[in-house]
């Protein structure tokens, strides 16, 4: 993973939080099938895929408020089901 670096030391803390962030994320989800992802165990609570999804949709918001205004092209992948912290919709094919 490429360092990143910043002039204003103060953010280094934030850098080093969503990068510690990011490793804790791709643990909790490693090995949960696509199939997994999608249950809702006979309830309405949020399947795997919408919760993931949801922290995605946030890490990006994040993102993009302290970038330089680049869009990356997979951030509209699940723009639309995600935006202004919408819930989840029933039937709605979540990336994965």
């Not at 490793?23 to 909790?28: A, C, G, L, M």
């Not at 918001?61 to 951030?75: H, L, Q």
Request: hydrophobic content about 35%.
């Amino acid at each position: 993973m490429k360092a990143i670096t910043t002039k204003d030391s103060r953010m280094q803390s934030l850098i080093a939080l969503y990068d510690l962030h990011t490793q804790y994320f791709e643990s909790v989800l490693e090995g949960i099938s696509d199939e997994d992802a999608i249950k809702r165990l006979d309830t309405k609570a949020n399947h795997i895929s919408w919760l993931a999804g949801s922290i995605v949709q946030q890490r990006f918001d994040v993102a993009n408020e302290i970038n330089t205004g680049k869009s990356d092209p997979i951030f509209a992948t699940g723009h639309e089901l995600l935006k202004d912290n919408q819930g989840i919709k029933d039937g709605a094919a979540y990336p994965s």
